[in-house]
């Protein structure tokens, strides 16, 4: 057998685009739930007030565009505006229907989020939310009724809105204490059900999307220099108090990667590349590795970044590094400095260069039977620490057909490849690789576009892109083929 016997199989997702329940039971809000819908087309928004009473909404995209709020803005609900993480697919009042579709299909993990709020409404809180509290247990007990390990994130793009307002988010160095208090809290509290944690999710995405990822209000290279080494030594002493606690939990790290091609053989094509990898490496470098590499110390110094950090904290970082690293990846890219090139090749496309040896989906995403070995490799031979793919999967329109049912091949095929992919790398490689969890087991929002359409689970819900819809849950046809998966340990991908 490619995996080990006791590879843990499952699905992820996080609390921001699943568990809805937003006002409820104490919960304050977060970061996402001033974060307006979107489409392919149009952006998502923030939106926010001045002290003299103007509002407005600002436009946030992926990849790192330029964000700013006015000055004196604070991000803030306002009425008008559709935000799809209030309810989301409502995980808040059907996670027990939730966890026991997740049963069926044989899941031996489960990645979810806490959402932090829930349990420290304002985030700095003098004492936890126990309704709060009391909802993750019910979780979690359910998991060891089922036999799912549970695999925690702390923060999947759920900061408090008021570490927002109060500190401007992660720039400010006070949400180190505050973030270690509630790690301490909800590992104390959750000792002997969860083993597994993680800190941040797609740590960073504070490259890409600084107020969803960090919760800052300019984009500027200081502020996302300062938010990154923040929730370094944050993450390095969520490791610290994990141990101290009970040495048999584990805190790992988790990275938004995908491998890079250049698209020709000219050497500039090649630093290019190398340089994409450095960017990206450069997170996993500190938090897993224990060190700032030369070549961002290096960065620093030209751009004249300057870091509101400790002697102690580099100490941290090099003694508490992550136990594991989990990563998310959904595909490949090509890089080039031959755009021109590219784009009368008719080779550059939406998302950049296309790569002509990939198909191609209607949604523009190219499948790529490789990604994830390669990925692995690379991390692996890096690190030299065990691995987790916690996120991939596709992103579809799925069609619910008259006699009720999904018929989502394109995701199986999809799947097969990267599974494939997958056991190659710990087959034939060598690589320590944990577990599997596939994105958005169960549907919920597109954190990239707040839609509904844009579908990644096993399981349908009647939801739409306007909040409409009676939130049933209906099993696809992937549900049926992924519970083989599991049955086989892997061996088994056929329709």
């Keep these: 057998m490619a995996f080990r016997k006791d590879f843990l199989w499952g699905g992820a997702t996080a609390a921001n685009q699943y568990e809805g329940g937003f006002d409820e039971d104490g919960k304050g809000l977060n970061a996402i739930d001033v974060l307006t819908n979107g489409s392919a087309t149009s952006p998502r928004k923030v939106t926010w007030k001045l002290p003299n009473g103007q509002t407005g909404a600002t436009p946030v995209e992926w ?22 993480s209030h309810t989301a697919t409502d995980f808040y009042h059907h996670y027990e229907e939730d966890l026991k579709l997740m049963a069926e299909m044989g899941f031996r993990c489960y990645r979810l989020s806490l959402n932090w709020a829930r349990i420290f409404p304002n985030g700095d809180d003098k004492e936890p939310n126990e309704a709060g509290l009391a909802f993750y247990d019910k979780i979690f007990e359910l998991c060891q009724t089922y036999g799912m390990e549970p695999l925690v994130t702390l923060s999947h793009y759920e900061l408090p809105l008021a570490l927002i307002q109060k500190y401007g988010g992660w720039k400010d160095r006070k949400l180190i204490a505050i973030f270690e208090r509630y790690a301490q809290t909800v590992f ?35 502020d996302r220099a300062n938010a990154a080494h923040n929730q370094f030594v944050a993450s390095a002493l969520a490791v610290k108090a994990a141990h101290a ?15 890079a091609y250049p698209y020709t053989c000219d050497p500039a094509d090649q630093i290019k590349v ?30 004249k970044i300057t ?30 400095t031959h755009e021109e090139a590219a784009r009368e090749s008719g080779n550059l496309g939406i998302n950049g260069i296309k790569n002509p040896y990939l198909e191609t989906n209607a949604w523009g995403w190219a499948t790529d039977p490789d990604c994830l070995r390669l990925a692995l490799n690379v991390l692996w031979n890096r690190y030299h620490k065990p691995l987790w793919v916690v996120e991939n999967g596709l992103g579809w329109a799925d069609e619910l057909t008259a006699d009720g049912k999904i018929h989502d091949d394109y995701r199986i095929k999809y799947l097969q490849a990267n599974i494939n992919s997958m056991k190659e790398a710990v087959e034939l490689d060598g690589v320590d690789l944990l577990g599997y969890t596939m994105w958005g087991c169960i549907d919920l929002v597109s954190n990239g576009t707040g839609e ?3 579908r990644y689970g096993f399981v349908y819900v009647d939801r739409d892109d306007h909040g409409h819809g009676s939130l049933a849950r209906i099993p696809k046809d992937s549900f049926y083929w992924y519970q083989k998966v599991i049955q086989t340990n892997g061996a088994d991908l056929s329709n």
């Design 188 to 222: 104390t509290r959750y000792q002997g059900k969860v083993k597994y944690w993680l800190t941040f999710n797609e740590i960073n995405a504070i490259d890409m999307a600084p107020y969803i990822a960090a919760g800052l209000l300019d984009s500027n290279l200081n």
């Design 452 to 454: 509904m359409k844009k």
């Design 63 to 84: 990849g790192g565009q330029p964000f700013k709020l006015p000055k004196d803005a604070v991000p803030a609900l306002l009425e008008g505006y559709y935000y799809p």
């Design 307 to 336: 870091l509101d950090d400790r002697p102690e904290d580099y100490e941290l970082l090099r003694k508490y590094p992550a136990d594991f690293l989990s990563f998310s990846c959904y595909g490949s890219s090509v890089l080039t």
């Design 245 to 259: 606690l009970d040495e048999q939990m584990q805190v790992g790290q988790m990275l938004a990667y995908q491998p």
């Design 274 to 303: 190398m340089e994409y990898n450095q960017q990206m490496l450069f997170y996993t470098d500190v938090q897993t590795g224990g060190r700032y590499p030369d070549f961002k110390l290096k960065e620093y110094e030209r751009e």
